[in-house]
C-alpha cells in the first residue's frame, strides 16, 4: 500500500513538473494593475523617504548631516514619489512608458553611494 502512495506521488510530481516550466524568453510585460499598484503604492509610501533618507544619512555622515540634508533630501524624495505616483495612478490606462509601454517613468536613483570621509582624514592637506 506504501509502495502504490509513493509510486502515485511520484508520477504526479513527475507530471505537474513538465508543465511548470519557466518561459524566459519572454519576459514578463507590465500591465495596467502593475502600474496602478505602483502608482498606489509610491502615494501610500511617500513620507517613508522622508525617514529613509535621515537614517541611511545618520548611519554614514552623522547627526547634524541627517537631520539637514537628509530632511531636505528625503522630502524632495517624497514630493517626487508623490507626483509620480498621482501620474501613474491617473494614467494607468494608457501606457505612457518608454516605447508606450506600462513601465514606471521613475528616474533611477541619484545618489552615487559613494561615501566620503567628513572630515577628511588628511586635513593638512584638505585644501
Do not use: C, H
Amino acid at each position: 500500500m506504501k509502495f502504490r502512495i509513493a509510486l502515485v506521488a511520484i508520477v504526479l510530481t513527475m507530471a505537474f513538473a513538465a508543465f511548470a516550466r519557466a518561459d524566459i524568453s519572454m519576459p514578463k510585460q507590465d500591465t495596467f494593475y502593475d502600474k496602478l499598484g505602483r502608482g498606489i503604492a509610491n502615494i501610500a509610501l511617500a513620507p517613508a523617504e522622508i525617514f529613509d533618507s535621515i537614517y541611511t544619512l545618520n548611519e554614514l555622515e552623522g547627526p547634524t548631516v541627517a537631520w539637514s540634508k537628509g530632511l531636505v533630501q528625503g522630502t524632495s524624495r517624497a514630493v517626487q514619489d508623490i507626483g509620480i505616483g498621482t501620474f501613474e495612478t491617473v494614467t494607468s490606462p494608457i501606457p505612457t512608458g518608454p516605447g508606450a509601454t506600462y513601465e514606471t517613468n521613475k528616474q533611477r536613483p541619484y545618489d552615487s553611494m559613494v561615501v566620503n570621509e567628513y572630515p577628511p582624514g588628511d586635513l593638512k592637506n584638505f585644501y
